[in-house]
């Protein structure tokens, strides 16, 4: 009785933050502060996804890498860009019903890709089936009103294909890994938490954003830098 208390905001001056909680069928409609925060807790991380992108471009070495980092980049900044673009939608032109609902189908196709294609750059060291298995197990969990299905799916291919990471003989950024993934694991809380926590649904983009710069940089670390450093030194 003590912790649903506390995090009773309805009850607070934060009240006027948030709007209340719908049920689980229906989508739940931000306030404007809601919906501002919704875009700019994506849209500032933007120009850095394509800058950190481009740097695992010109730090590919062969053919392979540079495919990887190519789809990799795109799953981040894609990630980033629709976000933006569908929270922008909804806030300023929600009577647009048909734009909005593809944009939203988009954004959590997007998802999917991009947690899939976070994986990209280390098949140069170990294949897994369930990378081409990601995309459409997930576009047959869309529907807005499975929110909770739609969470499992996160966190099972979000996890699954670390496992496989994890039997590797280099271990090299498994921290960095566990890192992202309690990144994402936390944000899910607040994902769940629209009508309860104001601004819910943005705090859930700062962690994506962190969890995705802690896997960019284990990525960058352990797998780009250490190629390019290799190959100054064979010249």
């Excluded at 500032?44 to 590919?60: A, D, Q, R, T």
């Excluded at 649904?201 to 960019?216: D, E, N, Q, S």
């Amino acid at each position: 009785m003590f912790a649903p208390r506390l995090l009773d905001f309805q009850k607070t001056k934060y009240a006027r933050f948030m709007n209340h909680r719908v049920p689980a069928h229906k989508r739940y409609q931000p306030t404007e502060y809601e919906h501002a925060a919704n875009c700019a807790t994506h849209a500032f991380w933007i120009i850095p996804s394509i800058l950190g992108s481009s740097n695992l471009y010109f730090l590919s070495d062969d053919d392979w890498e540079t495919i990887s980092a190519w789809i990799y980049g795109l799953g981040l900044c894609g990630l980033f860009v629709v976000s933006t673009v569908f929270h922008t939608i909804s806030w300023k032109k929600s009577h647009l019903r048909m734009v909005e609902h593809c944009l939203h189908m988009f954004d959590r196709m997007v998802i999917y890709f991009f947690i899939a294609a976070s994986y990209a750059p280390t098949r140069s060291c170990v294949r897994f089936p369930c990378g081409e298995a990601c995309p459409k197990a997930g576009v047959a969990c869309l529907p807005a009103r499975y929110k909770l299905v739609e969470l499992l799916c996160y966190i099972v291919m979000g996890f699954f294909p670390a496992l496989v990471i994890l039997s590797m003989p280099n271990t090299e950024g498994i921290w960095e890994l566990v890192t992202g993934g309690v990144f994402y694991c936390l944000g899910m809380v607040f994902f769940k938490s629209d009508g309860r926590i104001p601004f819910a649904h943005a705090i859930w983009h700062l962690f994506v954003a962190f969890g995705a710069g802690t896997h960019y940089y284990a990525i960058w670390r352990y797998l780009y830098l250490p190629s390019t450093l290799h190959t100054k030194v064979s010249k």
